[in-house]
């Protein structure tokens, strides 16, 4: 009997080496990591959607922190939709306070504004600012993911799969630098004013300063941002941009050994690839569709046309979540946002390419009926498709998030409102431009000191106020005149018009509209 009792130490030794595994177990990822570090790249033109160079871009890769792209489009679709402002404090959970570094160190508790969490993410790649941003939009970072996953089936990135916010080891965290191309041309297409985030060199918190991780951030005075990536199975990723002499190109660099070799690689193609640019407009099949805003499901995105697609492409599955109760009794207390519906019970199958958005009227002088196309807010319940197999996941975004306007051309500052796509609210045709009591602009004379330029509307008096602000700030010539904000209803919804009150007739109004025209922002001239 003595030979089958045990010593204390070795019970002691059992008892810890089953607890070692009982914590393994407990903390190891949902999806194991397997090597994927090989080298792969793209570079897009932004402007035609133009493939100009590509290596393994359709391979599975992990994004590492570059999936950080994505927890900030979602960001600034909540900033664009009001839902949050750069001055709003989030609070850090014991979640994201435990996150791995790189991060910013906040205690449990604490809190941040939006503002120092974009960019301590664009600068220092802050994983607990990652998960903060998460929790605080979504209730839960798995919830979120499932966003994240969800806008990526929208914008067309068919390959891409999140599993977190951050970026950190996650073996079914996967994507295609085929799909990062897309993502890094959306980001800047529908946020172009949060945009300029990814060029911070720098952020001072507290008593520090950081510097960007970005080395290849301002070369040629032309690549300006977007993110870096690195874990141990992925290597050194990047996902930057480059805009010069009227010309954008795209470049994904991921699977590099060294940060060293990443970044000279990013060097060689913008040095190669940008002079060969387009050099002018955006074409429409550059454009990259905004979730939840009704298109064209038949025009197909440039980029997003692989050489010899998978039979599997079009058929992921996605099953997306709304809005915590939490953020919904928010929304609700600060603008009378209506809460989501039921979560959807089965699961969605998405349109294998993401509808192209309506294009702005490219008349934005005297005609009202077209101008409220591009100047107001649709209700905050889009209509769906006529086929529901299009734009599944977009309309679905647009049922459960607020998600803002849709994107103007490129260059012209979107209004701080959700725009009206053409069409109508609560089935009634729509010309909100000149609804009211205020008459269209007709031919003949006006008294003198009877006409306004109207710059747009919105869904409140500080956004009408903002559209005036940057009229004027494009603009000297409007601070001779009165600003105002008008508040009307339209179909049950309360708006407020923005204008610019006391021309002194119809050749005045019309000259004012036309230099406003040249500086990308709408307008209409009209008699007050």
Request: aromatic residues 6%; glycine residues 8%.
């Amino acid at each position: 009997m003595a030979s089958q009792a045990q010593s204390p130490w070795r019970a002691i030794f059992a008892r810890a080496l089953v607890a070692a595994f009982v914590f393994a177990a407990a903390v190891a990822p949902a999806h194991a990591i397997e090597n994927l570090r090989r080298e792969a790249g793209i570079v897009v033109d932004a402007k035609s959607g133009k493939v100009m160079y590509e290596n393994a871009a359709d391979s599975p890769r992990y994004p590492a922190s570059v999936t950080k792209v994505m927890t900030l489009y979602i960001l600034f679709q909540e900033l664009a939709a009001g839902n949050l402002k750069l001055s709003t404090k989030m609070t850090v959970s014991a979640h994201a306070a435990a996150a791995s570094p790189t991060k910013l160190g906040l205690r449990a508790g604490s809190t941040i504004s939006v503002e120092d969490a974009i960019k301590s993410i664009v600068t220092i790649s802050a994983n607990d600012m990652a998960r903060v941003i998460a929790e605080n939009i979504s209730g839960s970072e798995e919830k979120f993911a499932q966003r994240m996953t969800a806008t990526a089936r929208a914008l067309g990135m068919r390959h891409t799969t999140y599993r977190n916010a951050s970026g950190l080891p996650d073996g079914g965290q996967l994507t295609t630098v085929r799909d990062q191309a897309i993502l890094g041309i959306a980001v800047y297409e529908h946020f172009p004013n949060y945009y300029e985030f990814f060029q911070t060199r720098s952020f001072s918190y507290g008593r520090r300063t950081y510097g960007n991780h970005n080395r290849v951030l301002g070369y040629m005075g032309a690549v300006d941002g977007i993110k870096t990536g690195y874990i141990n199975a992925a290597g050194s990723n990047l996902l930057t941009a480059a805009r010069k002499d009227n010309r954008h190109i795209v470049v994904v660099a991921f699977g590099f050994n060294s940060g060293g070799a990443r970044d000279q690689k990013v060097r060689d193609l913008v040095a190669k690839y940008l002079p060969a640019a387009r050099s002018g407009g955006y074409l429409q099949t550059a454009m990259i569709p905004q979730p939840g805003r009704q298109g064209n499901s038949n025009v197909q995105v440039a980029v997003a046309q692989t050489a010899a697609p998978t039979a599997n492409s079009a058929n992921r599955f996605v099953v997306p979540m709304p809005l915590p109760g939490f953020r919904l009794a928010q929304l609700v207390a600060a603008n009378g946002a209506q809460p989501a519906g039921a979560p959807m019970q089965s699961e969605v199958r998405v349109a294998s390419v993401a509808p192209v958005p309506a294009q702005m009227p490219a008349d934005l002088g005297l005609q009202p009926a077209v101008q409220a196309a591009n100047v107001l807010a649709a209700p905050s319940q889009a209509p769906r498709p006529a086929n529901p197999s299009e734009d599944v996941i977009g309309a679905w975004l647009s049922d459960n998030y607020k998600l803002g306007a849709p994107p103007a051309a490129l260059g012209q500052t979107a209004p701080s409102a959700p725009l009206l796509p053409p069409g109508a609210v609560g089935g009634q045709p729509v010309d909100l431009m000149t609804s009211g009591t205020v008459p269209a602009a007709a031919p003949g004379a006006a008294p003198v000191g009877n006409w306004v330029v109207q710059v747009g509307a919105g869904q409140s008096e500080e956004s009408a106020r903002g559209l005036l602000t940057e009229a004027s700030s494009k603009l000297a010539g409007l601070n001779d005149y009165r600003a105002s904000v008008e508040r009307f209803e339209k179909n049950g919804q309360t708006f407020f018009r923005a204008r610019f009150v006391g021309f002194g007739g119809r050749d005045a109004a019309t000259d004012t509209c036309n230099q406003l025209k040249q500086q990308n922002l709408s307008c209409l001239a009209m008699q007050g």
